[in-house]
């Protein structure tokens, strides 16, 4: 059986980079998710303008490298997400790849999750009100 090689997917403004988050806080190559061969997952800060944080249990720490969890939130400037969402993002847009390797074991009950779409495939702006929407739709939290 040959070894499982890591895999790297970036995160950032640059339609270059693998999961495009479209808001001007985040840098261009914000940062990069790498799935060890293990299943863990590691995230780097690629030296961002407004930095990466890990948000795990209502506290937040500055994240240079650290190994994060789907359970985890990560911030990327202003824009905060679930890591499980940016999960979904991956598996979503490339659907060969297997993200399940990463998933925490079920419990008796899953952590609460925001309801807001960010990774879905779409261009996303923030809009007047400071809500993340698609771009060239409706904004969900004041309507413009």
Known sequence: MQNQKERKFTI??????DIVLADESVSRKHA???????????????RSTHG???INAGKSQSVK??????????????VTMPVKEILEG????????????????PSSEPPPQPQKP???GERLIRCGCGA?????AKCQECGQ
């Open 90 to 105: 991956i598996h979503l847009k490339f659907k060969s790849f297997n993200t399940q390797a990463a998933q925490p074991k």
């Open 118 to 120: 960010w990774v879905k």
């Open 65 to 78: 490298q650290e190994f994060i969890s789907p359970t985890d939130v990560v911030r990327f400037g202003d």
């Open 32 to 46: 990069e998710l790498i799935f060890m061969p293990d299943g863990k997952l590691f995230l780097i800060d690629c």
């Open 132 to 136: 993340v929407k698609p771009k060239n």
């Open 52 to 54: 990466t944080l890990l």
């Open 12 to 17: 950032g403004r640059s339609r270059e980079c």
